[in-house]
DNA sequence: ATCGGCTCGCGCAA
DNA sequence: TGCGCGAAGCCGAT
């Protein structure tokens, strides 16, 4: 059914008398292409119960704004009503995650969940392994490769990562068969938030901010899966000449989507590889050598999110550098307004702020840059991670965090010695100039 | 325009 | 122990 090594008990509880199974949906928010909503259903059909599904929204998840919350409850609305055409009830609740799972748990005879690998995410599930009294069982659907599976410890770079995972692939990049409740759950009698009044939610979550929403994109499995499609048909063919042209726009987008979960990592490379495009490959390589190459990262990594994540030998190399002079300097506040020297740093900040996305070239130019301004490495690092969290409706992801942390050395080798980078790897606007139509880029984001 | 060097550590071959 | 190789760039020599 789903793949052992998928699974992870994380208690010693014995399977109790309940009314119910437990889904506690957190990380994959959709009810398709789920592995743990498929390993639940098939636990709840073989005990002939039926199946519950929970989610804890909290209203104080560190640096989460407006845009990620509306963006979330798009995409939780379209998922209750799939879960309801599959007999499945999908109960909301604000509060604690765990909490909320916890007191739901006590009437389930069994509790299954997903997987993400962040701190708070991996804290929520052992407050509440330890508080159910039933057995909880996480399931991984995040990633194609389980991570443990893909690798044994923290991985140096993608040239290590990658042949140990490719030569996995058969085995996890497989369709998922999806089932129905044999007893559905729709009845029952428990309270939940009305997932369809989003905007009425987003007031009881203490949002209003009205400012900070986006317009360009909306939350949802159906959102993700027509910009996939539209990925494919459009762009895939032009993905490895264009793809770091900022001017270009020949991206995805899809990465706020895999972020809430609300498309499945292996749909999404399945659908590109079946395409048989010219860009197939790169594209798989950015989705899943990089991809799970960051989720490696903060699972084997405690510090992802600070500079001490990094080799010894960036470490040392930007120690020994910290007393150069810095030619400009900037605090947080300049750099959030967007208001520094160079034209091509603030159009991709305005990117970030308007759009809540910023294309992927200029995600490492734009970090670069952090670390040359700013007093310190370490002021450096966190200002890149909170400007990141904040304002990317991707944000507080594995990609964000290595790709900060890359900004700074971290999956890279040493280049030549050189002011506050010492040998951590140096860009330029002159790179910009002279690869791209850069000026056409600042153009397109003056315009939004 | 094109190309090699920069510099480090992993991981495999011996 | 030695050595090939990575890898989303820059820079100076040709």
């Keep these: ?146 991570v443990e599976e893909a690798s044994a410890k923290e991985d140096y770079t993608a040239g290590t990562f990658r042949p140990k995972i490719l030569r996995q692939l058969h085995e996890y990049l497989q369709p998922l068969k999806a089932a129905k409740a044999k007893r559905d759950s729709l009845g029952l009698n428990i309270e939940s938030e009305n997932c369809d009044d989003i905007s009425g939610l987003m007031l009881k979550l203490n949002f209003a901010d009205e400012d900070n929403l986006l317009d360009w994109i909306h939350g949802g499995t159906g959102e993700a899966k027509k910009r996939l499609e539209q990925f494919i048909e459009n762009k895939l063919d032009r993905v ?87 030619e400009y300097l900037y605090s947080l506040a300049d750099l959030e307004a967007a208001q520094t020297h160079d034209q091509y740093w603030n159009a991709a900040q305005k990117e970030l702020l308007l759009r809540g996305h910023m294309h992927g070239y200029m995600r490492m130019y734009w970090g670069k840059k952090i670390l040359e301004w700013s007093p310190s490495p370490r002021e450096a690092f966190q200002q890149a991670v909170y400007l990141n969290d904040r304002y990317s409706l991707d944000g507080r992801d594995p990609n964000g965090y290595a790709g900060v942390a890359w900004c700074f050395g971290k999956h890279d080798r040493a280049w030549g010695e050189r002011p506050v980078f010492g040998k951590v790897r140096y860009m330029n606007e002159a790179g910009l100039r002279r690869k791209f139509d850069i000026d056409s880029y600042v153009e397109q984001i003056e315009a939004l």
């Design 1 to 146: 059914m789903i793949v052992e090594t998928r699974l992870k008990f994380l208690n010693n509880q014995p399977v109790a008398r309940g009314n119910y199974i437990l889904y506690w949906m957190q990380q994959s928010q959709r009810a398709e292409w789920n592995h743990a909503l498929e390993y639940a259903l098939y636990r709840a059909n073989d005990l002939d119960l039926p199946l519950l599904v929970c989610f804890g929204l909290n209203s104080d998840y560190p640096l989460a704004t407006a845009r990620h919350y509306r963006f979330m409850l798009e995409g939780l609305k379209e998922t209750a009503k799939a879960l309801e055409e599959k007999g499945v009830k999908l109960v909301v609740r604000i509060g604690n995650p765990p909490a909320v799972t916890a007191q739901l748990a006590e009437k389930a005879a069994l509790t299954i969940t997903d997987c993400g690998y962040l701190r708070l995410q991996r804290q929520w599930r052992q407050e509440a392994a330890s508080k159910i009294k039933c057995p909880l069982i996480q399931v991984e659907s995040d990633v194609i490769v389980p």
């Design 240 to 326: 490895p000449d264009e793809r770091n042209d900022p001017a270009k726009n020949c991206v995805s987008r899809l990465s706020p989507y895999l972020h809430f979960g609300q498309i499945s990592p292996i749909f999404v490379a399945l659908a590109i590889r079946e395409s048989g495009s010219r860009g197939s490959d790169i594209f798989l390589e950015e989705l899943i050598v990089r991809r799970e190459l960051a989720m490696n990262f903060v699972y084997y990594n405690p510090n992802y999110d600070s500079l001490t994540c990094l080799p010894d030998w960036a470490l040392i190399s930007l120690k020994n550098h910290a007393d150069d002079r810095r």
